[in-house]
Structures are given as C-alpha cells and as structure tokens.
C-alpha cells in the first residue's frame, strides 16, 4: 500500500496509508485520510479539502481541489481539478507540509507499462517473424549489413538530412523504402498526437502502377508492435485470430504486412514504420524486418528531433507573448510615486512569473485626497493578470468620477462577483490619505491589514474589526471604513502574501514576527525602511525560489 511520509511540518517523518480508494489531504479531520494543519482556525493556510489522491487502472493520481493556497508537485503548482500522475518519490507540497508519494517495488512495476498496453495479450498466430526493439540500438542492427541495407540506409540518411518539412521527408523515406523492398506494394508513416486524444499523423506512398486500394492504418496492429517493442513481420495478417475484429483490416487487400515500431529516446512510442505486400510469393523476411528497424530508428531521430523543434519554436512565441503582456501589465503601475509636502513613498513589485496577479495604484482625488490601493488577485499567472487589469481599470474610473470611495469598492466588487469564475477572487486595501489633516481612511476587502509602526516604537494593525470579504465572492458583500492618524515620524505598511510566504531552505515562512520585528526598529523614512524589509526578505529566503508575487508598498510622515 502506498504512503505519504512527511518531510516537512508539524509531526515530520509520520506515514499516512493511501488506499485503494485514495485519500483526502486537507485540515478537515472528519473528511481527510490525511489531515495536516490547524483544524479549526486555517493559520496554516491548508484548506479543509486541500487535494485529493485518487487510484486508477494505471497508477495513481492526484489533483488540486481548489484550495485557497494551491498544491505543487515536484515544485511546479496544479491546476486545480486536473489529475497529474503520481510516481514513486514525487514531492507534494502544501503550504509548509512536503510529502513524499512512497511505493513499493511490486506496485511500481505494476504501473510501469506503456499506455498502449491494454486487453488481451495478443497471440502470435500468423507471425513469420519478429525483432525485438525494447533494447536495441544502432550497433545490434547494423551488426546485420547486407550491401542492399546500406545503399538504402545511405539513401535513406540522405534525404533526412534535407531542409524539407517532416512530411516530406517521411515521403522521400517511403519511396526510398518502395525502391528497395520491390515486392511491396505501399508504405506509410502513422505518427501518435503530441497528446493522448490527438488523431494520427499519417503519410502514405503506393507504388507507381500498384493498385493497392485504400491505404489503411491498423490500430490493432499499431497496438501490437507498440505494446510489445518489437517489429514484427504477418505472412497474413488478415487471417489472424487476434485481429478478426479489425474493421479496417477486413477490407485491406494486402497479405503480408511488415511492421516496425518507433520509440523516442525514453523509448515513449511515437508511432509505426510499415510496408504491405499483396502477393502471396512476395512475403516479407527476417533480413527485411532488421533492414525495416534500422530504418525505422533514424525516423523516430528525425520526428523526435522535428517535435523539440516545433516545442521550441511554439515556447518561444509564449515568450514573447508572456514579455509583452509583461511590459502591458507593468505600464499600469504608477511611473512614480506622487510628491506631497510632509511625506514620502516606498513601493516594490516583483511577480513570481512573468506577470502577476498583484497591483497598487495611486489616485488623485478632486477634494485634494489620495487613494492608495493594493490587491491581489487569487492564483497566478495570465488569468489573474487579466483579472487585474480589470479592477485596475474599474478602480480609476470609480474614483476619477468623483463616486465615493466606499461605493467605488461597492461597484467593483459587483463588477468581478459576475465575470470572476468560480474560486476566483480579489483581496483590495483602500487607503485614503488627507496630507492636510493627516487622516488616513482604511477600506480593506479581505487584505492584509495594514501595519503603522508609532513614534513609541509599538506596531499595530489597522481596520481588523472592519475588514469585509474579498471582491468577487458575495455581490451582497458590504465595506467599512476605519480611521487612523498618522503623526511625525511615523509609518504604514502595506504588503500582500508574497512577503510573508517568502520561504527560505528550511521550509520556515518569514511571517509577521520578523517583518513587526523589522518595522519596530529604529524610526526610519519610507524609502529606507522598504529597502530594508525588501533587502530582508532576500536575505531569508536566499536562493530559494519564490512562490508568490510579492507587492510592497510604504509611506512615512517627515519628522
């Protein structure tokens, strides 16, 4: 049975069964086989349903069920409600927890065979001969070289070497192959999709003159020589048993087929090499079959090689694509921070991909105040960006037409509750500073709340009891203002996740104990005070990768 042993968090190197059913990772004790983090209070940031493993016909697997934090794998975070296949020693993190998926040896090879590998093991009936590729390389093949197998090798390697597409390529392959096999009558190329549900890619050559039909492609037969890495030659395919079933074959006038697998480098199938004979003295030999694998190998070459190519290039244009939406998304920031007589500004973004979910903005009220804004938006990367720029927008508009703040948040939380999807969401703080009276008004939907460090050297929150739900979650939700002063000297903190989840090497977050640690020190200006909190969280973290957007933005009152 396999396990979940955990590395990391509160009662490390435990062992949690996963059963034939699977199990619930998450804080609800009444729902999770697996139950990690506070049970009552979420200070851990673990979800009550956080993920779930589940058991199917080959392997197992695991999935991310909306949970407000996320689930990574191997470092690399789930899409929620998409299954990812769990192999033995895989790293599951949530939040401070890592686990790893632990099996045995006899359930790991229980799951090791190729996805081709299903029903019935076929029987040889009708096979003349077979080679098998679960091994084989360039020395065992080319140990068997007839003159006819390297003219045509030569041939063959020639026109690989060409700047032709991939079909074209594959055909001059097919007519190199018609030119040495003389009794075959056609040949064709049948490539597997990228993905599982992708059709085949098929390319086809008859021989001039020939009158071979309908040229067909056998899944049955594709199947066969996958599932079993070998090439294998049929005196008459269309007479064995295993086969009967095959519609396409009950209609293919060809007698003697042989056929050749082809495997990329971590031997994952890419597809089949075949030729076809009608004849009944024009059957296919063993010396074909070597001839037949060896050729078959430089192909798999060639569209492995043609795949990376298409990957490459198709990376690329995201690239480029992920750098203009970065340089779009970073001209809605402000370009400065504003100039007002009595205080000054700090502020530092820094996304964890190329664009973010989190924002700040500065706007100029008509009765001569300034909203400060910070949100950030649930989850990452282009959805959430989108999701900013939304509020971005809706914010500015609201606030420049002279609608009250308190409505603006009321309207853009109408706004996101009917085009955010489900588990989408937005935390905004809203502050709104007068530098003549020096009040500062705090709406917060769901955020962090502010922290103000006094002339004493005590640090407090700011608006705890009038902190509302994020935007995008009730239409019916309802916001409230705090109110606080700002005095000489003194300074507010505004900061999204990204700050205290900064994790360093020993899986320990920064947290709120080191950053009041850092704001009670001595009385500093905005700017040197950002610089030190932003210098810090580096310094904790060091090399580790970070996880979440981070957005920090300061102000401070001249002494």
């Not at 991310?64 to 192999?87: F, M, W």
């Not at 001059?172 to 040495?180: A, E, H, I, Q």
């Not at 030190?532 to 580790?544: E, L, P, Q, S, T």
């Amino acid at each position: 049975m396999p396990v979940l042993r955990l590395l990391r968090g509160a009662a490390a190197h435990r062992k949690f069964f996963v059963g034939p059913d699977g199990a619930l990772v998450g804080r609800d004790a009444a729902k999770c086989e697996i139950c990690i983090g506070e049970e009552k209070a979420d200070k851990s940031g673990v979800s009550r349903e956080h993920a779930r493993i589940v058991k199917q016909d080959d392997g197992y697997f695991i999935f991310d069920c909306e949970s407000t934090n996320g689930t990574q794998l191997n470092g690399k975070p789930l899409v929620a409600h998409t299954i990812y296949p769990l192999r033995h020693n895989d790293l599951i993190r949530v939040r401070e927890f890592l686990l790893r998926f632990e099996q045995t040896a006899t359930e790991r090879s229980a799951h090791t065979k190729s996805s081709v590998e299903e029903g019935r093991p076929p029987v040889d009936s009708d096979i003349d001969s077979k080679l098998d590729l679960s091994s084989s390389s360039w020395e065992a093949l080319t140990a068997i070289n007839t003159e006819a197998k390297l003219r045509a090798l030569f041939e063959i390697a020639s026109n690989l070497r060409a700047a032709l597409t991939l079909d074209e390529v594959l055909s001059k392959v097919l007519d190199s192959l018609l030119k040495t096999f003389v009794q075959a009558d056609h040949g064709i190329v049948a490539l597997r999709g990228v993905q599982a549900d992708d059709d085949l890619h098929t390319v086809a050559r008859q021989r001039p003159g020939s009158d071979a039909g309908q040229i067909v492609v056998s899944r049955a037969v594709m199947q066969h020589v996958l599932s079993r890495k070998e090439a294998i030659v049929w005196h008459d395919v269309r007479i064995d048993p295993q086969f009967a079933a095959s519609a396409s074959l009950a209609g293919c006038v060809a007698r003697s087929i042989m056929c050749a697998p082809m495997f990329d480098r971590e031997l994952r199938p890419l597809g089949i090499l075949q030729l076809a004979a009608r004849g009944e003295s024009r059957r296919f030999s063993r010396t074909h079959l070597d001839l037949l694998a060896a050729v078959a190998l430089q192909v798999a070459v060639v569209v492995e090689n043609a795949r990376l190519h298409e990957a490459a290039l198709q990376a690329r244009t995201i690239e480029r694509d992920l750098e203009l939406a970065q340089e779009i998304q970073l001209g809605l920031l402000p370009d400065s921070a504003p100039q007002i007589d009595g205080y000054e500004f700090f502020e530092f973004y820094s996304p964890a991909r190329a664009i973010g979910g989190d924002y700040y903005d500065y706007v100029s009220l008509r009765d001569g105040r300034l909203a400060i804004l910070l949100a950030d938006v649930a989850g990452k990367g282009i959805s959430a960006a989108l999701i900013m720029a939304l509020l971005s927008s809706l914010m500015r508009a609201y606030l420049e037409s002279e609608m009250s703040p308190l409505d603006a948040v009321h309207r853009a939380n109408l706004q996101l509750a009917k085009r955010c999807t489900e588990g989408k969401f937005v935390t905004l703080l809203m502050l709104l500073l007068d530098p003549n009276t020096h009040e500062i008004q705090v709406v917060n939907a769901g955020h962090w709340c502010p922290l103000i460090r006094r002339r004493d050297g005590t640090v407090e929150f700011v608006g705890e009891s009038e902190t509302g739900l994020p935007l995008g979650v009730d239409c019916d939700s309802s916001f409230a203002a705090a109110l606080t002063y700002l005095n000489a000297g003194e300074s507010l903190v505004l900061f999204t996740d990204g700050i205290l989840d900064a994790v360093n090497q020993a899986g320990s977050f920064y947290g709120f104990d080191r950053l009041g640690a850092r704001l009670a020190g001595d009385p500093e200006t905005a700017p040197q005070l950002g610089r030190h909190i932003v210098d810090d969280v580096h310094r904790f973290a060091g090399n580790y990768p970070q996880f979440d957007d981070i957005c920090l933005l300061c102000l401070s009152r001249t002494p």
